[in-house]
Nanobody
Framework: QVQLVESGGGLVQAGGSLRLSCAAS????????MGWFRQAPGKEREFVAS???????????DYTDSVKGRFSISRDNAKNTVNLQMNSLQPEDTAVYYC????????????????WGQGTQVTISS
């Protein structure tokens, strides 16, 4: 089992920035891809960003169109942590952000990862 714990959420004004972190513990050797999803009230959970690696080297990152150029995903292998730097935040970014992990990039990307975190609230005021 892999446990994922998100942190870094909060309230920020439009145009501001937040940095989310996802700390993985347990059988982390079973994960080769991690990412972030978000779910706003009354909406379905949507993909935000993902990162995949092989042999300790990142080989793939992906972002949904609405966050390209504003969000950046990164990985710290030594700390078993994935971060999401969010800049130029807008009210439409308000959601609960969930960390995800999987052994396969394909399953994570389509929204069926092996593991989910509990989520962290991100609220952007206008």
């Amino acid at each position: 089992q892999v446990q994922l714990v998100e942190s870094g959420g909060g309230l920020v004004q439009a145009g501001g920035s937040l940095r989310l972190s996802c700390a993985a513990s347990g059988r982390t050797f079973r994960t080769d891809a991690m990412g972030w999803f978000r779910q706003a009230p009354g909406k379905e959970r949507e993909f935000v960003a993902s990162i995949a690696w092989s042999g300790g080297t990142t080989y793939y990152t992906d972002y949904t169109d609405s966050v390209k150029g504003r969000f950046s995903i990164s990985r710290d292998n030594a700390k078993n942590t994935v971060n999401l730097q969010m800049n130029s935040l807008q009210p439409e970014d308000t959601a609960v952000y969930y960390c995800a992990a999987d052994r396969a990039t394909s399953r994570l990307r389509i929204g069926t990862p092996d593991y989910w975190g509990q989520g962290t609230q991100v609220t952007i005021s206008s």
